[in-house]
């Protein structure tokens, strides 16, 4: 099966800084990745599909990059309201796996 | 608007068995793969299982393989989740998932499941 391995595991950055979290394949899975948010003691959302399309509703400083094997997510100018923990999930075939997710904090 | 309402969580001994259930409104329902997803506390996003539209198809992941199985009833718009031979590691909330590209832009918002003597 796929693994997908995430770095950072976690993060503390400032308000206004740019943060970029990196989602890795052990195989090829095309572009069929996507990226999660969840905010403590709620439910994932989706921000990004197909590794670089931006879900209806997400601000435009979250974006989303890479093919293959490699993928990054980028918050540009970081909010407080961003303080979650982010996953990226492989779609293309079952098993679906998660990354085992990042957890961006405000310094 | 597409809902996703989880039920028949609770409390169940090692080696149990628990049925939960997912109802659908919003969209077709029968139309759409669907998935399980759990999260143990404190811990990450874990796939669990999916099931094709028609539900000629399922899939799991290798910590539930010969345990769980998934169903769908397409007439009730409801996707079910029977647990057997339940563990301490199942302990999670689970999460009802779909979405018509792949990717899960509709999540319910999840029933507990407790594995505990």
Not at chain 1, 54 to 63: E, N
Request: proline residues 3%.
């Amino acid at each position: 099966d796929i693994q997908m391995t995430q770095s950072p595991s976690s993060l503390s950055a400032s308000v206004g800084d740019r943060v970029t979290i990196t989602c890795r394949a052990s195989q090829v899975i095309g572009g069929y990745l996507a990226w999660y948010q969840q905010i403590p003691g709620t439910v994932p959302k989706l921000l990004i599909y197909a590794a670089s399309t931006l879900q209806s509703g997400v601000p435009s400083r979250f974006s989303g990059s890479g093919s293959g094997t490699d993928f990054t997510l980028t918050i540009n100018s970081l909010q407080a309201e961003d303080v979650a923990t982010y996953y990226c999930q492989k779609y293309n075939s079952a098993p679906l796996t998660f990354g085992g997710g990042t957890k961006v904090e405000i310094k | 608007e597409v809902q996703l309402l989880e039920s028949g969580g609770g409390l169940v001994q090692p080696g149990g068995s628990l049925r939960l259930s997912c109802a659908a409104s919003g969209f077709t329902f029968s139309s759409y793969a669907m998935s399980w997803v759990r999260q143990a506390p404190g811990k990450g996003l874990e796939w669990v299982s999916a099931i094709s539209g028609s539900g000629a198809t399922t899939y799991f992941g290798d910590s539930v393989k010969g345990r769980f199985t998934i169903s769908r009833d397409n007439s009730k718009n409801t996707l079910f989740l029977q647990m057997h031979n339940m563990r301490a590691e199942d302990t999670a909330i689970y999460y009802c998932a779909t979405g018509l590209r792949g990717a899960f832009d509709h999540w319910g918002q999840g029933t507990l499941a407790t594995v505990s003597s």
